[in-house]
């Protein structure tokens, strides 16, 4: 098979000149939006949080009827990284939504089958650049729209457009800034991954053409790919939305000012500092509410929420979970720095749900919400949670998608933990129409059990740490959210939660505000922990290693060898009374997996008395025998459960007392964990 390399410079080489031939804009509709203002926001600004080396101005208008977004920006982009940029590269994320052979419909016919490319044509969108132009401090603008051309780095697909290269008339020298000006019309889809529009709902994400980030190396500005997210420098974002009047605007930033225009249109001024993305969303249906967190030690943040008519009596509910989120993620890693954040209870079926951008969050609400149960709850705490795994700490969402999903999802699941109790397991049957609470069945962080379910089937899929966007489809999530929340929480049980807060306080703390890698997190643990975790992080990132120890027999013989008690897995029953003597007992632990973790053994006797083994778990077996007056009663590897990663708890413990009552236990226990696995195969969570 040809490289990927080579792929790319066959396709780099096939690629067509693109042009800004008038057949490729979109339909127009009224006048122009109002010019674009050049921004004052030449970086860096006393008092910045960030380098804001990548700030926009804009200036967009929306024709709801056509769908027709039709925009202006000004970038100010000031080269922070060591090497001379003789080109930009931009993302154009709606060209994924073209065509049936962008990489993003490939991957997501891959991926999940679903019929996706069988959408009408009114249901496609796309995103045209119409000109692009330097613009200098005292001379005349360049026009640099020839200069553009379409690239594929990632896989070499010339049919994907949603990596714009533009070359420069001059180089842009480290600290330089240059000022460029876009001009754009796209189609708004009916939503794909959670942007576009259905009937008055609009939710507009990835809508502008982004710049990638300038590395050391070169441009890091990736393909968009059906199971990774974004990556985006600072910014200060000072943005015009013109819809029609009357229409509720939410989004990234807070409202500076609104003026209505003569075609009754409103034209609403956004404006946010130290961001590296901007959302919106408008609609004439949103109810608004507001209200205001507090606490003694954060600052304050004031919460506006933007709900759906149907969904009314649900305000509180979103309110508490986002207050849990800023307090607890606030108390446990670093204060939300905004003031504000926006929450966007998306319309039935759009399928923006669940979806995080800096300062905005959309959130997930189900028709019927039962109390008690944390399903909007836990997407709300989650989306909210993004504010600081994504939103401050800014990793690279295509490479290393795990260190904010699954930092996040953690954090979301020791929140939940922390602020809703009980925490019943729900399941919506019939499409979601009937709410179903089994009050029997409490989610328990202490199992985790609903992580393990998605990540067991997919634990020998790629190792962690190959780039998120070349993660086989199927199993992304499993390895990027679920994976991830298991060992954190397994370093959690073996490392303490006082020292695992610390390591996340100091992650938050280093790294606000930039872009961290894998090894920086590592390096951070090992740091604070004071232990060197490079044996664990080879093999829980670096592999696709499974954990999986367990009882392989348990003996334990009257001595003098008459009586025999207990017999390997197929092992038979046999009632003696305890003759006074000594028991001779026998326990094998073994090591299925290749995954490698120390756990304890724990063999517990007849007379209350137990034994407790370390084993470094290296071995594949280990032989523990006792001498003693009481015959043993069962044995358990890893008794506390703090391999939260063993894909097989089941073999973990051997019991050879099987009485009435403790067979009724067992078997109801296996129906709870049936039932569970039931129910968390339909629920899913993002
Ligand atoms: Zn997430």
Redesign the pocket.
Known sequence: MPTPRILAAVATALLVVWGTSPATIGPQAGPPPPAAQPAPLDAPAPGALTPRNASYSITARLDPVTRTLTGTEILTWRNISQATASELRFHLYYNAWRNTDSTWMRERTLGRGDALNERPERDWGWIDVRAIRRLGADSPPVTLTSRARFVAPDDGNGRDRTVLAVALDAPVAPGQTINVEIEWTSRVPRTFARTGAVGNFFFLAQWFPKIGVLEDEGWNCHQFHSATEFFADFGVYDVRLTVPAGWIVGATGSVRDRGDNPAGTTTHHYYQEDVHDFAWTTSPDYLERSERFEHPTLPPVEMRLLLQPEHAGQARRHFDATRAALRYYGEWYGAYPYGHVTIVDPAWQSGAG?M?YPTLFTAGSAWLAPAGVTRPEGVTV??AG?QFW?GIVANNEFEHAWL??GL??FSTARTIEQAFTPNYAAERYFGGFIPWTFRDVVIDRATDGNRLHGYRPAARSDAQSTPTFRYWPGSASAIT?NKTALWLHTLERHLGWPTLQRIMATFFQRWKFRHPKPQDFFDIVNEVSGQDLTWFFDQVHRSSYVFDYGVASLTSREAGGRGFFGEGRDRTFSDRTNSGGRFQTSVVVRRYGEGIFPVDVLVTFEDGETARERWDGRDRWRLYEYDRPARAVSAQVDPDRVLLLDVAYTNNSYTLAPRADEAARKWSLAWLVWLQDVLLTYAFF?
């Open positions: 669940g995080e989650h989306e993004h994504f904010d999903e996040n999802t959210y993002v």
